[in-house]
RNA sequence: UGCCUCGUGGUGUAAUGGUAGCACUAGAGACUCUGAAUCUCUCUGUCUAGGUUCGAAUCCUAGCGAGGCAGCCA
């Protein structure tokens, strides 16, 4: 029931442990690379909990690093949110296992060039002044290119010159020679090298070739003396580049190798960069940290905690199999933890009027209730009574259907933590709408008091009119109606209407100490956290997951 | 089409040649001053066919199915 994060067992740390049991490596050194292009979502946090995780099991270093090799696509805006989140994640965990400061492959430029003259002297890569489209037919074919055959001096001077700015965006590429006509095409004289005249968020105007992404990881990992080179699937294929790479410049070992895991599918939501940035871009959702968002910053801000992450993470395990996890295991997570620390607090979403008519006018108690039921060192607080309360809309039926045991006229209701009240009159404006409901108390019925152990089936949560606070509460539902949003046509048309709902809420005076880092249940309710843009004089609350409702399903019958 | 990888209840996973287990979900019940939590119970699984073996989810072969790759993106 609780978090099991001590000790994951996947077939990744099973390699590590062979590793370090074998001598391979003294100490395990993995990477975190995300490229700066947007930013991180549940997916990256699956891929974090991973990397650092092992480097916090096994005593060994995780750095994260910025891949970012394609200047027309990345920004600094993307790495400052990276690391925001990262740490947001990590700190508190796993922190003392950072490699330090973030690295870039980027730094790596000029070594990263020196080895391509090295590759090239070894006669092992090439110039090609082949088009792009040519170089596709060429290697669909399995035909060589015409300048696969150019003398290492050529191919030293065409690549200076490339490097110099000599030529056009597209006109030149450096590649590997490797064989043309292998099964694997990635083997087929991949491009190593291209020209793009274009600023570089960190080195400005200095290149104006860069490195493809099989060069540059690949070494980057070697440079930094990573040892296990953790990945998505989709790079499986590239791994027999990546060990060529490092065979062909014949680096000293240990090498680094690669090992590749299935990403995180989550059903009610889309998880690749791409379609997030549509919804950003296309104003569907409010920005990156939108909180039905499952980016890392949306997660955050919905009030999901770094611990219900991590035990996420730590559920839904690591495998090769690219499967599809339920949303219901992300909210049980969050639930799970909440229940044991959250703060109780009694807040009415939609409110309608309770007056009690035995009740003296202008008398106000003072009761008290438990902050956290699951938490005795959680203590008590005092919640004010009166004559005038509210209660929920759909805590009241005129005509409910069967089982229902909340309030209907004539009818009986314990009030939590205060009387138990019966229902005399449901009194109705012109249009027939119920707008007030009228009572009586049984005064002996008192939490504690003479007949408080009389049992009424129902328990409702109420606030006192008097000294209710007012607030904004954001509902927030699943982003999309489907199980699967991706799997056919346009995942945009799956968006739920009703995803967000806004509402006035009446609070009661406790919660306006309210911090921003605690985390509260609104009891009956479900689990809010405090937007950040909540302001002393006007809080906003965002719902985090509800309760579980087992009234809802058996309404539904 | 070629190459690579993967198939265990509805979902996510464990079992590393030796009793198919755990969690989520769903359903039933108990308890309840949260229709929450907690507790009990139930439904449901090794893709198929051969083979090896005393014994196969596990090893082998074939088939079927799914995913990935085939950018001068990462």
């Known amino acids: 029931m609780t978090a099991k994060t001590e000790k994951p067992s996947d077939f990744i740390r099973d390699i590590v442990a062979d590793d370090l049991r074998s001598g391979k490596y003294k100490q395990i050194r993995t990477r975190f690379p995300p490229e700066p292009n947007g930013y991180l979502h549940i997916g990256h946090a699956k891929s974090i909990c991973l990397n650092f995780g092992i480097a916090r099991e096994s005593g060994g270093i995780c750095n994260i690093r910025m891949d970012d090799t394609n200047p027309t696509k990345e920004e600094a805006e993307y790495v400052e949110s990276i690391m925001t989140d990262v740490h947001w994640l990590v700190d508190g965990w796993a922190d003392n296992h950072v490699g330090g400061a973030p690295f870039y492959a980027s730094d790596y430029f000029d070594r990263f060039y020196e080895y391509a003259i090295d590759l090239i002297r070894k006669s092992k890569a090439y110039v090609c002044d082949m088009t792009s489209e040519e170089t596709d037919a060429y290697r669909r074919l399995g035909k060589a290119s015409g300048f696969r055959d150019r003398s290492v001096e050529e191919n030293l001077g065409l690549f200076a010159r490339m490097k110099a700015g000599e030529f056009l965006d597209g006109a030149r590429t450096l590649r590997a020679k490797i064989d043309v006509n292998a099964a694997n095409v990635w083997l087929r004289d991949p491009v190593l090298y291209r020209i793009r005249h274009a600023s570089h968020h960190r080195t400005g105007n200095k290149w104006c070739i860069y490195p493809m992404y099989d060069w540059a990881h690949t070494l980057s990992d070697y440079i930094e003396g990573i040892t296990n080179s953790i990945c998505t699937l989709e790079f499986e294929v590239h791994r027999p580049l990546y060990d060529w790479i490092l065979d062909a410049l014949e680096l000293p070992e240990p090498h680094p190798h690669q090992y590749e895991f299935a990403r995180l599918n989550l059903t009610y939501s889309v998880i690749s960069k791409r379609k ?12 990156w940290d939108d909180p039905r968002m499952v980016t890392i910053s949306g997660l955050r801000r919905r009030g999901v905690t770094p611990t219900a992450l991590r035990t996420f993470a730590y559920n839904i395990g690591i495998t090769k199999y690219p499967s599809m996890t339920d949303m219901a295991l992300l909210e049980h997570t969050m639930r799970d ?5 959250a703060t109780r607090r009694l807040v009415v979403l939609r409110p309608i009027k309770l007056v009690l008519t035995n009740y003296p006018e202008g008398k106000t108690e003072e009761l008290d209730a438990i902050n956290n039921p699951e938490d005795a060192n959680a203590g008590t ?7 005038e309360l509210y209660i929920e809309q759909d805590d009241f039926m005129e005509r409910p259907p069967p089982k229902y045991f909340r309030l209907r006229p004539g009818g009986e209701v314990r009030l939590k933590y205060a009387y138990i009240i019966k229902c005399d009159e449901a009194v ?26 009389r049992k009424v089936k129902g328990t409702i949560h109420w606030v006192s009119a008097v000294h209710a606070t007012d607030a904004d509460i954001r509902l927030y539902d699943r982003l999309f109606t489907v199980p699967e949003p991706d799997a056919s046509g346009d995942f945009k048309s799956f968006i739920n209407p009703n995803s967000l709902e806004v509402v006035k809420a009446k609070c009661e005076p406790a919660l306006a100490e309210a911090r921003p880092e605690e985390r509260y249940q609104f009891e009956r309710l479900g689990y809010f956290a405090l937007d950040p843009g909540s302001t002393a004089e006007k809080q906003i609350w965002n719902r985090t997951v509800t309760l579980r409702d087992t009234w809802a399903k058996e309404a539904k019958k």
């Open 381 to 387: 607080r005092k919640i004010p009574f009166g004559r």
């Open 276 to 287: 997030l940035i549509q919804l950003v871009n296309e104003k569907l959702v409010n920005g």
């Open 428 to 453: 109705k404006d012109e249009a027939g709408n119920v707008v007030e409901l009228s009572c009586t108390v049984d005064l002996d019925s008192k939490s504690g008091g003479p007949t408080a152990g």
């Open 337 to 341: 933890e909440f229940n044991r620390t």
